[in-house]
């Protein structure tokens, strides 16, 4: 059975034939699901400045050279047998045109290629990838440097120690994304959590417990394992494929994506407010360390 029945891609020009373009033909491909290819064109800084005749001008000549990139790339997946629609945008708000666009055309999935952004940068200004993840109602997939094509393996990234994360079904939701894509693609499926003993320790020092932290370490980590085995038993995870590890999370699991060969982490996100939005969640930050790419999934 198809896992989608219609994929959106977020394309750019300036990454032509881009990972993230390869990843979308092959699982359109794989699953038979229409793909809508979308360019969406924002001003540059300097366009105002200009008259308003040649403001248009310069605006159409931008979008038909899109429309005939576009175009050029749709005649090539048509001819493999995609079923592939175009459109070029011009936009000052493309966060709100995507999603405007997503909600339109009813997509499975949302797939672009990750853009790295300068840590200078993301002090001033949120990259779009972020605002995604944190306002897409889909599920969103940034394409990283491609290895396969199609996934060979998909790792869930959960948090059985989390109690927002339990009550709002947020785990469910990552392994069923990632099994889905790991049964278009017949993939591997892992199952991940990354356990940080300092919190543990941290909690005892707070409480004043007069309890070892030793002890508390691994009581904690024995009720985390039994919650953990509980989810992979739920979706027929075989133990060689559950990891269970120790680590400050986006280290540890950046370093089991490089060590496993993962293809894709599955990962979930919130809605933040406040000094949380500011700051950046996990799935966040760990867009710029591990060298996989990410589906994410928000509550």
Not at 11 to 33: E, I, N
Not at 36 to 54: G, N, R
Request: glycine share 6%; with cysteine; hydrophobic share 45%.
């Amino acid at each position: 059975m198809s896992q989608y029945q219609r994929l959106f891609l977020i394309a750019d020009r300036d990454m032509r034939h881009s990972p993230g373009l390869q990843r979308a033909a092959a699982l359109a491909t794989a699953s038979g699901a229409a793909l809508h290819i979308a360019a969406f064109v924002e001003p540059f800084a300097t366009l105002s400045l200009l008259d308003k005749s040649v403001q248009e001008k310069t605006r159409e000549s931008y979008l038909q050279e899109y429309r005939e990139w576009l175009k050029d790339e749709a005649e090539l997946l048509r001819s493999k047998g995609l079923k592939v629609t175009t459109e070029a945008v011009w936009t000052n708000h493309p966060l709100e045109e995507i999603l405007r666009h997503a909600a339109e055309i009813q997509a499975d999935l949302l797939i672009k290629d990750l853009q790295h952004e300068p840590a200078l940068k993301r002090a001033f200004i949120t990259p779009l990838d972020w605002h995604l993840l944190r306002e897409s109602p889909i599920p969103v997939h940034l394409v990283s440097t491609l290895g396969n094509p199609l996934p060979r393996r998909v790792v869930a990234a959960v948090d059985p120690s989390r109690a927002e994360a339990q009550e709002s079904g947020l785990n469910q939701r990552i392994i069923e994304a990632a099994n889905g894509l790991a049964l278009q693609c017949d993939a591997e499926l892992h199952l991940l959590h990354t356990y940080d003993p300092t919190l543990a320790y941290l909690t005892n020092a707070v409480a004043g417990s007069v309890s070892s932290g030793g002890d508390l370490v691994a009581e904690l980590r024995s009720k985390l394992q039994v919650g953990f085995n509980a989810l992979a038993d739920d979706y027929g995870v075989p133990a060689e494929r559950r990891h269970f590890i120790i680590g400050s999370p986006i280290s540890a699991i950046a370093d089991f994506t490089r060590l496993n060969q993962t293809d894709v982490i599955v990962m979930g996100t919130v809605q933040r407010k406040g000094l949380d939005k500011l700051i950046g969640s996990t799935t966040e930050h760990i867009l710029y360390q591990v060298p996989c790419s990410i589906l994410a999934v928000r509550v």
